[in-house]
């Protein structure tokens, strides 16, 4: 079953990121154009989707709005995993009052609500891309941060790390050549887990209409447009929520997937 | 014990402290003039400079920091800019939509994750379980407003039963609670899935352990060895997950809050922060951050009930 997982989400994620790359270099029409199709037209064969309130192809909009929120989603939870562990290994890894600081930080961190943090970042650093990134990032900084935490504090006592230092290894070769390669497992699957829930931060901030901005789509704010219309024409609002939601599920299944290869032990996931 | 629970006092105070003065510096440092956004651009300067005086900008900010926080040791949260009301008056009636939408949202949430956690464990690789762990991923993937538009096409446009947006307030008496049903289901399906792939998990390693075993060979049925014995102590992450869950629920659902036009400590936070309120955005997040560590702390006070073997040191 667990390699059911890792298979299902390799084929989604391939399946979602080919689309997003294709979507970055091609579309069947031009995603911003008016009047392709009919006003409000139902989905058919010469558009999968149909077509919205200004007759744009929404196949094309959905393909083009793809790439925006995966790259958002994959700076931010690069960004998150890259101070996070720096933090939670330095917190882990040293004694003291440093280690103690650090870690309260993360524990501080974990306790303010994501999405109104997201919603004050934005808003001071005003509405766009960066900001969205740099949201994300921090929301997902507290658990790479405590993860890398524990396993810093587990690993530094191990038989291995002793030998280096006896060798004379100092303290940022150990860390990064001795005890990180040991840590990374864990750490990855939380990335691809983290990834998930950044898509769909990315989405929800969006339709709040702080994320990416107009003309461009992106496919929370194709939902947030679509709220006027979708009980008349459903599909404006079904098919970029589908796109959505298969991309989130192929990460998930693929960190599952993987959680189980690297260590059966581990069932880990973020909290919705 | 005692000293467990002065420290995590001492702890909670420290931070809701450090939470509400990063807000407040980052709330000053934003561009935007809130004295401005209330008289207008085409304001005198002198109606203005009076406005600026009576919302007290014209003061250094780490005074009003320090106003502020006076204030909320004596139980006063000060005025909205925006609305013109006492902060404490606008949280309440947040509040009482928001606070029973948890509720819901959150007991629906457990009524969705045990039976089939525990299901899902008792058939651990057979076809059932891979059928109710399929299921649970895509419930984790649903984008929980995507689900609100389905919800209300399904529901509201479809089978015309349920309504679709908007809360008439308790006066309305408890038919009231009907608006709340189709947002708390949104945010159940996500949250149910989580705790129910959390419940499968943890009901696996009790169900290995000897006490079980000797549950089992007590003679006792299957379903009191699960239901009694061995999902007791599993509750333990469970409970933990759920703490921080509810917490975040009762800080506001933003995004469903929107949705359906609930007037919730969701969408007050967004008008709050779009229209440069500070007191009510400290108003905001200070509930909001509290609600979050007040539900971790009570959750980490549960593990003792939940299984014995648990001591605070």
């Given at each position: 079953?667990?390699?059911?997982?890792?298979?299902?989400?390799?084929?989604?994620?391939?399946?979602?990121?080919?689309?997003?790359?294709?979507?970055?270099?091609?579309?069947?029409?031009?995603?911003?154009?008016?009047?392709?199709?009919?006003?409000?037209?139902?989905?058919?064969?010469?558009?999968?989707?149909?077509?919205?309130?200004?007759?744009?192809?929404?196949?094309?909009?959905?393909?083009?709005?793809?790439?925006?929120?995966?790259?958002?989603?994959?700076?931010?939870?690069?960004?998150?995993?890259?101070?996070?562990?720096?933090?939670?290994?330095?917190?882990?890894?040293?004694?003291?009052?440093?280690?103690?600081?650090?870690?309260?930080?993360?524990?501080?961190?974990?306790?303010?609500?994501?999405?109104?943090?997201?919603?004050?970042?934005?808003?001071?650093?005003?509405?766009?891309?960066?900001?969205?990134?740099?949201?994300?990032?921090?929301?997902?900084?507290?658990?790479?941060?405590?993860?890398?935490?524990?396993?810093?504090?587990?690993?530094?006592?191990?038989?291995?790390?002793?030998?280096?230092?006896?060798?004379?290894?100092?303290?940022?070769?150990?860390?990064?050549?001795?005890?990180?390669?040991?840590?990374?497992?864990?750490?990855?699957?939380?990335?691809?887990?983290?990834?998930?829930?950044?898509?769909?931060?990315?989405?929800?901030?969006?339709?709040?209409?702080?994320?990416?901005?107009?003309?461009?789509?992106?496919?929370?704010?194709?939902?947030?447009?679509?709220q006027?219309?979708f009980i008349?024409?459903p599909?404006?609002a079904?098919?970029?929520?589908?796109?959505?939601?298969?991309?989130?599920?192929?990460?998930?299944?693929?960190?599952?997937?993987?959680?189980?290869?690297?260590?059966?032990?581990?069932?880990?996931?973020?909290?919705? | 014990?005692?000293?467990?629970?002065?420290?995590?006092?001492?702890?909670?105070?420290?931070?809701?402290?450090?939470?509400?003065?990063?807000?407040?510096?980052?709330?000053?440092?934003?561009?935007?003039?809130?004295?401005?956004?209330?008289?207008?651009?085409?304001?005198?300067?002198?109606?203005?400079?009076?406005?600026?005086?009576?919302?007290?900008?014209?003061?250094?900010?780490?005074?009003?920091?320090?106003?502020?926080?006076?204030?909320?040791?004596?139980?006063?949260?000060?005025?909205?800019?925006?609305?013109?009301?006492?902060?404490?008056?606008?949280?309440?009636?947040?509040?009482?939509v928001?606070?029973p939408l948890?509720?819901l949202a959150?007991s629906l949430?457990?009524l969705?994750?045990?039976?089939?956690?525990?299901?899902?464990?008792?058939?651990?690789?057979?076809?059932?379980?891979?059928?109710?762990?399929?299921?649970?991923?895509?419930?984790?993937?649903?984008?929980e407003f995507w689900l609100g538009f389905v919800l209300i096409l399904a529901f509201s446009v479809g089978l015309r039963s349920l309504p679709a947006g908007w809360f008439p307030g308790w006066?309305a008496g408890l038919s009231a609670l009907k608006y709340l049903v189709l947002p708390a289901l949104a945010l159940a399906v996500?949250?149910?899935?989580?705790?129910?792939?959390?419940?499968?998990?943890?009901?696996?390693?009790?169900?290995?352990?000897?006490?079980?075993?000797?549950?089992?060979?007590?003679?006792?049925?299957?379903?009191?060895?699960?239901?009694?014995?061995?999902?007791?102590?599993?509750?333990?992450?469970?409970?933990?997950?759920?703490?921080?869950?509810?917490?975040?629920?009762?800080?506001?659902t933003?995004?469903v809050e929107n949705i359906f036009y609930l007037?919730g400590?969701?969408?007050?936070?967004?008008?709050?922060?779009?229209?440069?309120?500070?007191?009510?955005?400290?108003?905001?997040?200070?509930?909001?951050?509290?609600?979050?560590?007040?539900?971790?702390?009570?959750?980490?006070?549960?593990?003792?009930?939940?299984?014995?073997?648990?001591?605070?040191?």
């Amino acid at each position: 079953m667990r390699d059911l997982s890792l298979v299902l989400g390799t084929v989604l994620c391939a399946a979602t990121v080919g689309g997003a790359l294709l979507g970055t270099v091609w579309t069947p029409y031009d995603p911003l154009q008016p009047e392709v199709a009919p006003v409000n037209s139902a989905p058919s064969l010469v558009h999968p989707f149909g077509a919205d309130w200004f007759g744009r192809d929404l196949f094309s909009r959905v393909l083009a709005a793809m790439p925006v929120g995966l790259r958002v989603a994959v700076l931010g939870t690069a960004l998150g995993g890259l101070f996070g562990v720096i933090l939670g290994a330095t917190s882990g890894f040293f004694r003291g009052i440093l280690g103690e600081a650090l870690g309260s930080l993360i524990n501080l961190l974990l306790s303010f609500p994501p999405v109104l943090l997201a919603l004050l970042l934005v808003t001071v650093l005003g509405p766009g891309e960066g900001s969205v990134i740099f949201a994300i990032g921090l929301f997902n900084l507290p658990y790479f941060g405590r993860l890398s935490r524990a396993s810093f504090l587990e690993l530094k006592g191990r038989a291995f790390v002793e030998a280096a230092r006896a060798c004379g290894a100092g303290p940022l070769r150990i860390i990064f050549v001795h005890i990180l390669p040991n840590a990374l497992g864990p750490l990855l699957v939380q990335g691809t887990s983290s990834l998930a829930f950044a898509l769909l931060s990315e989405a929800a901030l969006s339709y709040l209409g702080l994320g990416t901005q107009p003309p461009y789509p992106s496919l929370g704010r194709m939902l947030k447009e679509a709220q006027q219309y979708f009980i008349y024409s459903p599909w404006t609002a079904i098919f970029p929520g589908l796109a959505l939601m298969v991309t989130v599920l192929g990460f998930n299944l693929l960190g599952d997937g993987l959680g189980a290869r690297l260590d059966p032990r581990l069932r880990r996931l973020r909290s919705p | 014990m005692g000293s467990y629970l002065l420290r995590r006092s001492i702890w909670f105070a420290l931070t809701l402290l450090a939470i509400s003065f990063v807000v407040f510096i980052s709330l000053n440092v934003l561009p935007g003039d809130p004295a401005r956004l209330v008289v207008g651009l085409e304001a005198s300067p002198v109606l203005y400079a009076k406005v600026r005086a009576e919302l007290g900008l014209d003061r250094p900010w780490p005074l009003r920091y320090l106003d502020w926080l006076g204030g909320v040791l004596r139980g006063d949260l000060g005025r909205s800019l925006h609305y013109r009301r006492p902060v404490g008056e606008l949280l309440g009636d947040a509040l009482s939509v928001s606070f029973p939408l948890a509720l819901l949202a959150f007991s629906l949430s457990l009524l969705i994750a045990l039976p089939l956690g525990a299901l899902a464990a008792r058939r651990r690789g057979g076809l059932l379980d891979v059928t109710l762990m399929g299921l649970a991923q895509a419930g984790l993937a649903v984008p929980e407003f995507w689900l609100g538009f389905v919800l209300i096409l399904a529901f509201s446009v479809g089978l015309r039963s349920l309504p679709a947006g908007w809360f008439p307030g308790w006066e309305a008496g408890l038919s009231a609670l009907k608006y709340l049903v189709l947002p708390a289901l949104a945010l159940a399906v996500p949250r149910g899935a989580y705790l129910a792939r959390m419940v499968r998990g943890a009901l696996l390693s009790t169900l290995g352990e000897a006490y079980v075993s000797a549950a089992r060979a007590k003679g006792l049925s299957e379903a009191k060895v699960v239901w009694v014995h061995a999902l007791r102590p599993a509750l333990i992450p469970v409970v933990t997950s759920g703490g921080i869950i509810f917490g975040r629920l009762l800080a506001g659902t933003i995004v469903v809050e929107n949705i359906f036009y609930l007037p919730g400590l969701g969408r007050l936070a967004l008008v709050s922060v779009l229209a440069r309120d500070i007191p009510l955005v400290q108003g905001v997040v200070l509930v909001a951050a509290g609600s979050i560590l007040a539900m971790s702390f009570l959750a980490d006070l549960s593990y003792g009930l939940l299984d014995p073997r648990v001591h605070y040191r």
